[in-house]
């Protein structure tokens, strides 16, 4: 018989992927991936050596999930289901990470301006020796961007610990002339293919 599950735990601190586990009525608690002083919780998100991005992506999020399970055991938690994610921004697959800072935000959205590229969102989640892992992959055609739209979108603020240094749900949006895939897999989490996982683990899912 499945283990049914009333909760889970999100091994995440992105608000948005908070929303979203919201909107469709997942009742969780976040469970911070944080350092002790006598455990060290790591997740190497340095893109290997020649590592495809949806390789990346996969390897960051089944590591989370993983790490997200260790701390569950280490701090003696109730056992619920752990939900990672990882998304990762790819042009001509080459993976485009978070921006330093404004002047290397401006430079990523420059290189996006007018062009397609791709949204790879992997949600694994993990509970006892078993983890199941789903993976989103989206098309964004970009308008043509000038200095002058890059520069107010800067001002925003909204590019910082961004993939791609832009949020889709915010003012970013209008830069979005097509998009092919998942809107909320772009947002961080896809929902189809999060509550399929949810289902797989007992979770009462819409």
């Known amino acids: 018989m499945r283990t049914k599950h009333q909760r889970i735990y999100l091994a995440s601190q992105s608000p948005r992927r908070r929303e979203l586990l919201k909107q469709i009525g997942v009742n969780y608690e976040v469970l911070l991936l944080r350092n ?6 790591q997740v190497d998100e340095t893109p290997h050596e020649d590592e495809a991005p949806i390789d990346y992506v996969q390897r960051v999020c089944g590591d989370k999930a993983r790490a997200g399970w260790e701390t569950l055991l ?18 001509r697959n080459k993976i485009i990470g978070k921006p330093d800072n404004h002047e290397h935000a401006a430079e990523i959205l420059r290189m996006l301006s007018g062009t397609k590229h791709h949204v790879l969102t992997a949600v694994a989640i993990a509970f006892k020796d078993r983890l199941e892992m789903r993976l989103s992959e989206t098309t964004i055609t970009f308008d043509t961007l000038s200095e002058e739209r890059i520069h107010r979108y800067l001002l925003t603020n909204e590019a910082h610990d961004k993939a791609g240094a832009y949020g ?39």
């Open 36 to 41: 002790d002083s006598r455990r060290n919780v």
């Open 74 to 91: 280490f701090r003696n938690l109730p056992l619920h289901p752990v939900l990672a994610a990882d998304t990762t921004v790819t042009l």
């Open 168 to 206: 889709i749900q915010g003012h970013a949006g209008v830069f979005v002339k097509h998009i092919n895939g998942s809107y909320t897999g772009v947002m961080g989490l896809p929902l189809y293919e999060t509550v399929e996982l949810l289902k797989l683990f007992g979770y009462p899912a819409p």
